[in-house]
């Protein structure tokens, strides 16, 4: 797949309260370092209403789709986050 990189990979945060918006992007890419699957939760903001969730493989990286408002937060901080643009 092909997207550009439009900010700095960080660990996800491990709690809703420190959840982030990844540079508000409406596209993250989303990588398990990790061989261990670890569920990613999505919600309205930091500490607000979830609005999905999933779980990544280890080793498994995609593409998550979101408002840029909406912020991410894991399992476990293997889980790296990346804003991205596909639409390129």
Do not use: D, H, Q
């Not at 491990?14 to 409406?26: P, R």
């Not at 939760?41 to 998550?64: D, F, P, Y």
């Not at 894991?74 to 990346?82: D, G, K, R, Y």
């Amino acid at each position: 797949m092909r997207f550009k990189v439009e900010g700095t990979t960080n660990a996800a945060p491990t709690t809703t309260g420190t959840a982030t918006t990844v540079e508000s992007a409406s596209e993250v890419s989303c990588f398990n370092n990790s061989t261990t699957a670890y569920a990613v939760a999505i919600v309205t903001a930091a500490s607000g209403t979830v609005v999905g969730n999933i779980t990544m493989a280890g080793g498994e990286r995609l593409i998550l789709k979101k408002e840029p408002t909406w912020a991410l937060y894991a399992a476990n901080a293997a889980i790296m986050l990346t804003p991205v643009n596909t639409r390129v």
